[in-house]
T-cell receptor, first 114, second 115 residues
Framework: AQTVTQSQPEMSVQEAETVTLSCTYD???????LFWYKQPPSRQMILVIR??????QNATENRFSVNFQKAAKSFSLKISDSQLGDAAMYFC???????????FGTGTSLTVIP | DAMVIQNPRYQVTQFGKPVTLSCSQT?????MYWYQQKSSQAPKLLFH???????NEADTPDNFQSRRPNTSFCFLDIRSPGLGDTAMYLC??????????????FGQGTRLTVV
């Protein structure tokens, strides 16, 4: 069974600083995809960044980057130059390459302090 | 450009009174999902359709049903809502078989309150 674990229920960061959100997962598959989603309060869940397991290079999207450690089954999200608009719930998610289901972690609530 | 549209955004229903939530998509994705998300919790997958094939999660209560009459639309039917069914219901879509576009796209959700 696939499980996704986010061990930080809440995190806070000063505006313009850097914060890292942790995620680990458990799978016996070799081909899969990992995602970070952002869900602002009462708003739509949107994709922040994704990583293909077959790629060794860590994904980067502007201020967002990941540290993907396949052997350790770890997938952390780094947010640089944090902005007030980054405040949201962040969910780590997993999808097996040949499957359809997305499995989500329990989320990390990020507060950005002005 | 709304791509996954859920209606209504807010729904209040009485205990035991059937309710239907709807979802439509303009992405032509072959997979559609229904998730239940309770306050401050992770989205929980209820079921999904891959084209016309229905896939129910093992722990989804029988009270929850779904229909997908065509590629664009999917419905969630709750036959006899209980107070514990109060939650946000999220519809999502994805494209199976496309290694360049692997993510799920979500609608804005329907917040259901059972009274």
């Amino acid at each position: 069974a696939q499980t996704v674990t986010q061990s930080q229920p809440e995190m806070s960061v000063q505006e313009a600083e850097t914060v890292t959100l942790s995620c680990t997962y458990d799978t016996s598959e070799s081909d899969y995809y990992l995602f970070w989603y952002k869900q602002p309060p009462s708003r739509q869940m949107i994709l922040v960044i994704r990583q293909e397991a077959y790629k060794q290079q860590n994904a980067t999207e502007n201020r967002f980057s990941v540290n993907f450690q396949k052997a350790a089954k770890s997938f952390s999200l780094k947010i640089s130059d944090s902005q007030l608009g980054d405040a949201a719930m962040y969910f780590c998610a997993y999808r097996w390459e040949s499957g359809n289901q997305f499995y989500f972690g329990t989320g990390t609530s990020l507060t950005v302090i002005p | 450009d709304a791509m996954v549209i859920q209606n209504p955004r807010y729904q209040v229903t009485q205990f035991g009174k059937p309710v239907t939530l709807s979802c439509s998509q303009t992405l032509n994705h072959n997979v559609m999902y229904w998730y239940q998300q309770k306050s401050s919790q992770a989205p929980k997958l209820l079921f999904h359709y891959y084209d016309k094939d229905f896939n129910n999660e093992a722990d989804t209560p029988d009270n929850f049903q779904s229909r997908r009459p065509n590629t664009s639309f999917c419905f969630l039917d709750i036959r006899s809502p209980g107070l514990g069914d109060t939650a946000m219901y999220l519809c999502a879509t994805s494209r199976q078989g496309d290694r360049l576009n692997t993510e799920a796209f979500f609608g804005q959700g329907t917040r259901l309150t059972v009274v």
